[in-house]
């Protein structure tokens, strides 16, 4: 495991450099489009648990964009922020064997490539956790102000603790148009740092809206959110499952939890564009983590854009 993670390490090293030296030499990369999606349980059922909430914000950067991926691996690259809280059912008072607190920080940078009809997603994260990572102290201010419980001092104390963990990710899947304008896409993915997992499952789109677009799968729920956009107006569904396996998870030290055999994900949303503005709702069902874990729970995923 240990060369496996120094791998990891290595690989999201040298990904940053080539994007680095590569905007160094002038190479005519220009921003082609960016996206971010916001989810939270209060946006479906008003809990505030588990896999609470989390922001992602993504930035894509390449010679141009033709409607589809590139060949060449580091022509297209995201550079994504995302912060995520994960907490016990009760902020207040948890449950003996509930999960522990965890806010977390990662930046990451991912290329999308294609060969031979195969799409690829390949790239890395440095996630952030524990106090350093300041998350707790911004929900506990949001909490004050709303009038929600904050974090007691049985879950700050045992909270996950400060580190900072190279995480590598690929994904590859396959697009099939399956008449008039849906589609779907079979992918796996496969995860190696701050979790090792190995996950298969599909998206399906019924719709103009994303054909032809670069979207970004959200690590948390799975959706998958706009990034570079076409100007097409309309509105487009998407549903998707997939299944994992989780080998080890930092959010679930195993000298404490047990993992469940597989863990489950099934969402549904909505894409809408206008001529001056476009949104997204979705709703994720997320299955249980941990063998204490009582219940799964549903996400809300939001994204809106106003163009002025």
């Known amino acids: 495991m240990s060369r496996l993670f120094a791998a990891c390490a290595f690989a999201l090293f040298a990904l940053f450099s080539a994007s680095v030296a590569l905007a160094q030499t002038g190479d005519a990369r ?20 588990w896999r609470s909430g989390s922001v992602s914000s993504s930035r894509i950067r390449g010679f141009a964009w033709q409607g589809h991926l590139p060949e060449a691996f580091g022509d297209i690259i995201e550079y994504r922020l995302m912060a995520e809280t994960i907490a016990p059912a009760n902020l207040a008072r948890p449950a003996a064997g509930d999960r522990p607190y965890s806010g977390a920080w990662s930046l990451g940078a991912h290329s999308y490539f294609q060969r031979r009809g195969f799409e690829f997603a390949v790239g890395g994260d440095l996630v952030m956790t524990g106090p350093q990572s300041g998350i707790g102290q911004l929900q506990s201010i949001f909490h004050d102000l709303i009038g929600v419980p904050v974090q007691s001092a049985t879950v700050k104390a045992g909270q996950i603790p400060n580190g900072v963990h190279p995480t590598l990710v690929v994904e ?3 697009t099939f148009d399956i008449g008039g304008q849906a589609s779907v896409r079979p992918f796996l993915e496969g995860r190696l740092g701050s979790e090792t997992i190995v996950r298969a499952g599909f998206d399906i789109s019924i719709g103009r809206i994303g054909r032809g677009e670069l979207l970004v799968r959200d690590p948390v729920t799975g959706q998958r959110y ?34 469940t055999p597989s863990r489950q994900r099934v969402r549904a949303g909505l894409h809408w564009q206008g001529d001056r503005a476009s949104t997204f709702y979705g709703v994720t069902w997320l299955g249980e983590e941990f063998s204490g874990q009582s219940e799964g729970q549903i996400l809300g995923s939001l994204r809106l854009n106003l163009d002025f």
């Open 172 to 174: 590859s899947g396959r």
């Open 226 to 259: 706009r990034t570079i956009q076409q100007p097409d107006t309309g509105v487009s569904f998407v549903l998707g499952a997939d299944i994992a396996k989780v080998a080890d998870s930092i959010y679930l030290p195993s000298a404490r939890y047990s993992l």
């Open 30 to 49: 220009v921003l082609l489009g960016y996206g971010r999606l916001v989810t939270n349980d209060a946006l479906v059922d008003g809990q505030d648990r």
